[in-house]
Nanobody
Framework: QVQLVEFGGGLVQAGDSLRVSCTAS????????MGWFRQAPGKEREYVAA????????SYADSVKGRFTISRDNAKNTVYLQMNSLKPEDTAVYYC???????????????????WGQGTQVTVSS
């Protein structure tokens, strides 16, 4: 059974940095794309970033491009989201996710992500 567990959320001020992590178990981590999504209160869940199995291909939502960096350590079964220059509008529950099938490129289609973590809260105060 695939399990994803997020770590590292918290309360920070605007302009600060924060790194959230997600550790996976239950299958060969290095075979699969990993993605980050977020959901703010009263809003729909939205795509943030994704990374392919080797880390050679990444993609980002326009709202975080240039501020957030996704990376992975396959030896530790962990994917990271480094968030810099945080804004109050980045406040949300952040979820990591992984698709059921292998793919060579990272993608943003939420419908293709079958496995989800429980989420970690990130709050950015102004």
């Amino acid at each position: 059974q695939v399990q994803l567990v997020e770590f590292g959320g918290g309360l920070v001020q605007a302009g600060d940095s924060l790194r959230v992590s997600c550790t996976a178990s239950g299958r060969t981590f290095s075979d699969y794309v990993m993605g980050w999504f977020r959901q703010a209160p009263g809003k729909e869940r939205e795509y943030v970033a994704a990374i392919n199995w080797s880390g050679s291909h990444t993609s980002y939502a326009d709202s975080v491009k240039g501020r957030f960096t996704i990376s992975r350590d396959n030896a530790k079964n962990t994917v990271y989201l480094q968030m810099n220059s945080l804004k109050p509008e980045d406040t949300a529950v952040y979820y990591c996710a992984s698709p059921a099938n292998r793919a060579n490129f990272a993608y943003s289609d939420m419908g293709k992500y079958a496995y989800w973590g429980q989420g970690t809260q990130v709050t950015v105060s102004s």
